[in-house]
């Protein structure tokens, strides 16, 4: 139910260049999710989503700007429950900067510019995407593929470690998320095992 560049393109003139080139971009995005680029499909996403709420022209009523703030509102809830939960860090900075948004949203609005607050409540959406699965698993698996990458031999760990992480982007590829994630987060610790295993230097502890 987050605001998407679906929620807001319906109130886009189609004479105007922004609903040319938001048809454009959803024909790009579709192109990457087919080619297996979830990164470049998802930033897709999100250009066009703030493209179609900045283009928003006159008064698409109350219920899509409702449903969006509803959402979000949903999502802050959410997200506040997990951090009473545990530790997940980075997760209280996104949910103030949520919450700053929804604000700036509602002071926009109040005055009647509805593009202004479009604008607002998908910045919101797309902070809050960061913490969705999919964005989640990204983050991992690239950072996983990074250290993979970095490691000069192939100990049996890091073999391992790089056959999982074939297997994470697999299930990225399909949209299984949460298996992209947990295979991501086997292969670092097989990497952090290896460094575990390594002997250091005496020059500064380095591998």
Known sequence: GLP???????????????????????????H??????????????????????????????AEPVLRADAALERWEANAAARLASGSYPGLDSAVVDVHRFRAEAAVALARRDTASGAVSLTRAAARARDWAPQAVALRVLAAAEARADARGTASPEVVRARRLLRTSREAVATGDYVRAFRRAVYALQMLDADSAARPRSRRGGVE
């Open 4 to 30: 998407s560049a679906e929620t807001w393109t319906p109130f886009v003139p189609r004479a105007g260049e922004a609903y040319a080139r938001l048809r454009e971009m959803k024909e790009q995005a579709a």
């Open 32 to 61: 990457a999710r087919k080619a297996g680029d979830a990164e470049g499909a998802r930033s897709v996403d999100e250009a066009a989503a703030l493209l179609a709420a900045g283009a928003v022209a006159g008064d698409p009523g």
